[in-house]
């Protein structure tokens, strides 16, 4: 990326990695370093660790987290959400998008350059590759003009192949997280032809991986991820982002010996040009469509400010507004709506989750069968019964009726639910005819495991009344 001097308003029509003639401007940021820099580092390390770990974690017996797009199986905390917990996953994504939507409005887009796994596998994994065998942003630069040497092939070699590699490693992460550990286990040590669907899965992800971080790259982040132009919609000028400070900083110019500075603080050094992944200039607003808010031009700016004693901040975090009015910053009427649903959705999303029951019971009357008298005084009528089991084990059920006096008899034969399934079974209800007040009453009927009530029903007695 060379840095050059042009009209400040072609930044609103253009943007940094699409030249004029419409193709590719290969961007090469400086290794960025600093305190926030060292703070993004231990950020990363731990989400890398809870991201690679996460498959392996669990929770009595079941996955931290597995989602099982082809199986329509979650696992959220070790908890199994299945179709018909639909509408409790819907209210929690609603509340993480609200979360979302929040965090934006009152810090910018941290989560992009703080959180998202796009940023964090680009500037903490691959580029860092990047840096270690091609060296910094002059050296790769010259290494690209360079002819096809010794050095070239071999750094280039090393670095696509670690790079394929590293893209390797990440496709059975994503994919444990969909299938499970034991299935990849599973494609892994069985022949190749034994799990073809998986095998190609992995290659599939692997190319997919390999291509983002080493091609696409910034490209995610200002044309594809809808996040960033959606930013437009959420800020104003009273959200937190990073900032120029344009009150001190301007007019900018450069530094120079044995005059007397007139102009603002801003050298016009273009250090925070050069190391911005995503190839803007801080200085041409904070709401620009390509800002990750990563503050790697907040560190290097402070390193320059330090070097030409002048405080630090001219670029940092802080509203459009605090800096144009010098107010402090404030908390929104706008923020607190926004902070009012959020707290009713998680607060609905937590009910749901508390009352959530691991065993769901469905009992209908067989359709076009009538109640049977007996000859010993009792009522009868026939039952189909579903039960879905959401836990990881299986549980022998028995039926009981607690509404009333009254048996209940299974056909054919006992019923066993098995572990993250369900089963299906007719039954008989008897009951006493004396003990009917009309002909159609409400019975509860409860299941059980062993001495356990683990699920209630209710449903339609015939009978023929008095």
């Known amino acids: 990326m060379s840095i050059t001097v042009t009209d400040p308003e072609t930044y609103r ?51 931290f987290l597995l989602f099982n797009i082809p199986a329509r ?3 959220l905390f070790g908890m199994i959400f299945w179709p018909q917990d639909f509408f ?26 703080w959180v998202c796994p796009q940023t964090i596998f680009m500037e903490m994994v691959f580029r860092r590759i990047e840096y270690w065998i091609e060296g910094d942003a002059p050296k790769q630069k010259a290494l690209d003009k360079a002819p096809w040497t010794t050095e070239k092939v071999w750094k280039k070699t090393a670095k696509h192949t670690l790079f394929v590699l590293v893209s390797f490693f990440i496709a059975h992460t994503f994919l444990a997280y969909i299938i499970g550990v034991e299935q990849l286990q599973k494609i892994m040590t069985d022949g190749l032809g034994a799990h073809v669907g998986g095998l190609f899965s992995l290659v599939l992800f692997t190319g997919v991986f390999y291509f983002v971080f080493a091609k696409f790259r910034e490209q995610v982040c200002t044309i594809v991820c809808p ?26 110019g450069k530094l120079r010996k044995n005059q007397v500075r007139t102009q603002g603080d801003c050298i016009d050094c273009h250090q925070c040009v050069q190391v911005c992944p995503t190839g803007i200039d801080i200085r041409n607003g904070a709401q620009q469509m390509e800002c990750i808010n990563c503050t790697a031009c907040i560190d290097v700016c402070n390193s320059i400010m330090d070097l030409v004693n002048k405080p630090q901040g001219l670029i940092r975090v802080a509203s459009e507004e605090s800096i144009a009015e010098k107010m402090p910053w404030r908390f929104t009427a706008r923020m607190k709506a926004y902070t009012a649903v959020l707290v009713l959705l998680v607060g609905a999303f937590v009910v749901l989750l508390i009352t959530r029951t691991n065993i769901e019971a469905t009992i209908l009357r067989t359709p076009g069968m009538l109640y049977q008298q007996t000859d010993h005084g009792t009522v009868t009528n026939l039952y189909n019964i579903t039960l879905i089991n959401k836990t990881d084990q299986e549980l022998p059920i028995i039926l009981k009726v607690l509404s009333s006096e009254g048996s209940i008899q299974v056909v054919r034969n006992e019923l066993v639910l098995p572990r993250q399934g369900l089963v299906e ?34 449903t339609k007695f015939l009978g023929p009344g008095r």
């Not at 008989?428 to 009927?445: D, M, Q, T």
Request: hydrophobic share 45%; proline share 4%; aromatic share 16%.
């Open 227 to 252: 996040y960033g132009r959606l930013q437009g919609v959420m800020l104003d000028k009273k959200s937190l982002t990073v900032a120029y400070d344009f009150e001190r900083g301007e007019p900018r």
């Open 425 to 458: 079974g007719v039954f008989f209800a008897e009951i006493p005819e004396n003990s009917l007040e009309s002909a159609s009453s409400k019975i509860e009927i409860g299941v059980y495991s062993g001495d356990k009530l683990i699920a209630t029903e209710k």
């Open 88 to 113: 409790i996953l819907l209210v929690g994504f609603m509340a993480f998008i609200l979360f979302i939507i929040l965090f934006t409005v009152v810090y910018g887009r941290v989560w992009c350059g």
């Open 73 to 75: 199986k979650f696992v």
């Open 13 to 63: 029509d253009t943007i940094s990695t699409v030249g004029k003639d419409g193709k590719l401007v290969w961007l090469y940021p400086k290794k960025p370093c600093g305190k926030l820099y060292q703070y993004r580092k231990y950020v990363s390390y731990a989400l890398l660790t809870l991201l690679f770990s996460g498959p392996f974690l669990k929770v009595s017996g079941l996955p």
